[in-house]
């Protein structure tokens, strides 16, 4: 069982930059692929960008593809998601979330575990 806690959100105007940081305990890192999605209000969870188990594949979502950047550091046990440009239509609840089968997974059916969420709201 792999407990996930994420951190790091808040609000930030249109153009700056935000790092989000997800810490995990109960078992080894480095045996999940890990990922970010977000859920703004009034519509459906989405992806954002995933990383495999050993940080050398990633995948992101169109929209935030050259702004958004996903990285971990197993020895930590921490996934990070380091956001620039960012834009209201950014604004959301992120969750980061952890599998163990798939290499880089983008849908939520593909995940085992799901954090909590943290509050990434961006104002122009």
């Known amino acids: 069982q792999v407990q996930l806690v994420e951190s790091g959100g808040g609000l930030v105007q249109a153009g700056g930059s935000l790092r989000l940081s997800c810490a995990a305990s109960?078992?080894?890192?480095?045996?999940?692929?890990m990922g970010w999605f977000r859920q703004a209000p009034g519509k459906e969870r989405e992806f954002v960008a995933t990383i495999s188990w050993s940080g050398d594949t990633t995948e992101y979502a169109d929209s935030v593809k050259d702004r958004f950047t996903i990285s971990r550091d197993n020895n930590k046990k921490t996934v990070y998601l380091q956001m620039n440009s960012l834009r209201p239509e950014d604004t959301a609840v992120y969750y980061c979330?952890?599998?163990?089968?798939?290499?880089?997974?983008?849908?939520?059916?593909?995940?085992?575990?799901w954090g909590q969420g943290t509050q990434v709201t961006v104002f122009s």
């Open positions: 979330a952890a599998d163990s089968d798939r290499l880089v997974p983008t849908t939520l059916s593909e995940y085992d575990y």
């Open positions: 109960g078992g080894a890192l480095r045996y999940y692929a």
